[in-house]
Structure formats: C-alpha cells, structure tokens
C-alpha cells in the first residue's frame, strides 16, 4: 500500500516541471529573434579620390564703382539746380549753381591784380624794380588764383565722372546746409567685395577672370575681373577680400542687385559620397554618415565641401581613400547597430 501511494506523488512533480521548461525554451527563442532584429540590411560603397575641378561660389551685392557726393565745401545759397533724380550725366557736366556773389567779387580782384603784376615784370625784366617787389606781387597772384579756382569749384558743382543722379537733397533757392545736393553713382562698371578663405589666398590673383549670376536675369552670366586682392587676412574670420570689376555697358545690372559669384581654382583630388548618404542631426546643423566599421555601424561627423549634382565632398578626420561608407539604409542606423552587407 505504501508503494501504491507513491508513484502519484512523482507523476505530479514531473507534470509540473514540463511546463516550466517549455516555457525557458520559448523566452530564449524570443531573446534570439530580437537579437536578430536588431541587424540592419546596408550597402557600403568604398570611398576613392576623384578629380574635380574646385568651384568656389559666394554670394555679394553689387556697389557702384564710383559714388560721390555733390556739395560745395562752403556754405550758400543754392541758385539753380539743373538735373534731377535718374537722369545721366557726363563728367564736367554742371549740376548746380551756388551764389556767385563771392566768386564775381575774387574774380575781379584777381583780373586788377594780374593787370598790375603784368607792369611789375616788364619793370622786372628791365631791371627797374627791387626783385623783393616782383616776388611778393607773384605770390600774391598766385595766392589769389588758388583762391579763384577753389570759389569757382565750389560754385559751379560739376560731375566728376559720367554717372546717374540717384538723390536730390535740395530746391533751387534753399541754403546749402550740410547735406549733399546731389549723390552720383557710376553704373556703367560695378564693382563687389568678396571675402574667400585664407585656404586660397597663394591660388587667388589679380587679373583672373569669373562669372556672376542674379535671379533678376535668370539664366545669363555677366564676366567679371579680380581688380584687387586685398593684402591682409582677418584674425577673426580668416578670410581675405578681393574685388571684382564689373564691366556693365548695358546697364542691365544695377547698384545693390544681390547676385552670386562663381570663381574657378583649378583640378584636384578629394572624396566624394551619395548625397542622400550624409544624415543632418535634427535642429542643427551638424552633418554625419556611417562608416562600416566590421560588423557594426560608426557613425562621424563631416564638413560637406563643393556638390557636384547627387554627389557631394565630405571632409573628415576619419574620411580617407578605402573606407566604407554605407550608402543605403542609414535611415535606421545609430552609432554601433549591428549591419549585414549587402552590395
């Protein structure tokens, strides 16, 4: 009878340890498929150096070559303005008329005084006055006429370059008070300041030729000279400047145009990836791609240089000839995600 009891005793246990190890077997099947999951498809492509032609490209606003402001260096009445705002003028052209009155009454004075100097010399040259007398009446005829000079520039306001009026301060009548009568701007050459990269400071020259572009004129390109290139180079921003000569005979390009500067320093090698391979980080400006480091994902931070149509340069520390880029499926990627290859 002892026996009899017993065996229900064993049965039982093992009935309740089947359960509890099918149940070990299935969580570990779990773990493994997650541990499966978490491999990512990707394509590498194995970075090489390319030639490509260097095209640096800025943004400027155009400035007039010229820009003067017409105003008599003495106070007066304005007597007669002859040009108003937009009209063209050519250099010596008459602007405006100040008060003559001064400059008549110079004028005239200087006329007696060169009438009397002319008698002193023919004394002189006879020998019949003091070379004491003949010096003083030539320095004060000369005095005199600097004096004369000075009063009729500042009284009859000519255009010291051919040019376009771009503002009118005043009315015939008012007294000249400070403020330029008129601004006059040369547009037939433009001229642009920009700053370049201290890089290329030994590649940029004067003399080199380059193109500008606007989005007033879509589709057309106006040629442009470096006239200058500036000596120094800013601490602060490391850059240099140059500037262009714009050569604008139609006139179709105007003071103040935004516009954007192509300029060409030559072929050489650099490493260039998919565009659509380079991640932004969100709300930044940072940009990254993945690297196939064996088996896993490394993610690095890049500098993007020029772009060439779905390509783009990519500048690295750890960017260099032979490393693996991961080109597609990036999409779900983080720094050490396990990948498989897939090419």
Request: with cysteine.
């Amino acid at each position: 009878m002892i026996k009899i009891k017993y065996y229900p005793v064993i049965l039982a246990a093992a009935a309740m340890l089947l359960p509890s190890c099918g149940g070990s077997d299935k969580a570990a099947d779990s773990a493994t498929q997650t541990e499966e999951q978490k491999v990512e498809a990707v394509s590498t492509q194995q970075l090489k150096k390319q030639e490509i032609m260097r095209v640096l490209t800025f943004s400027n606003v155009l400035q007039p070559y010229e820009k003067v402001s017409v105003a008599p260096a003495l106070q007066g009445r304005i007597t007669n303005l002859y040009v108003e705002v937009g009209d063209r003028v050519q250099k010596g052209q008459m602007l405006a008329k100040m008060d003559e009155t001064q400059y008549l009454s110079t004028k005239l004075n200087y006329e007696n005084t060169k009438t009397d100097f002319n008698r002193i010399k023919i004394l002189n040259d006879s020998n019949n006055i003091a070379k004491q007398t003949y010096d003083q009446a030539k320095s004060g005829l000369e005095v005199l006429e600097t004096s004369l000079k000075n009063l009729e520039q500042n009284t009859y306001l000519r255009a010291p370059f051919a040019g376009v009026i771009s503002a009118r301060n005043y009315e015939p009548g008012e007294l000249f008070s400070g403020q330029a009568i008129y601004e006059l701007v040369q547009i037939n050459t433009l001229k642009a300041l920009v700053e370049v990269p201290e890089t290329y400071f030994p590649l940029v020259k004067q003399g080199m030729k380059l193109n500008i572009k606007t989005d007033t004129y879509s589709g057309e390109v106006f040629p442009a000279t470096i006239e200058v290139v500036y000596p120094t180079i800013d601490s602060k921003s490391h850059t240099f400047s140059i500037k262009l000569k714009v050569p604008n005979a139609n006139q179709k390009l105007r003071p103040g145009m935004y516009v954007s500067t192509t300029l060409e320093m030559g072929k050489e090698q650099t490493l260039v990836a998919p565009y659509n391979a380079v991640q932004k980080l969100q709300g930044s400006d940072e940009r990254y791609v993945f690297l196939a480091d064996g088996n896993k994902a490394k993610r690095v931070v890049v500098k993007l240089g020029q772009r060439f149509d779905d390509n783009v340069e990519i500048i690295a520390d750890e960017i260099h000839e032979g490393v693996s880029l991961i080109t597609q499926g990036v999409a779900k990627l983080h720094d050490g995600t396990p990948i498989q290859i897939k090419n």
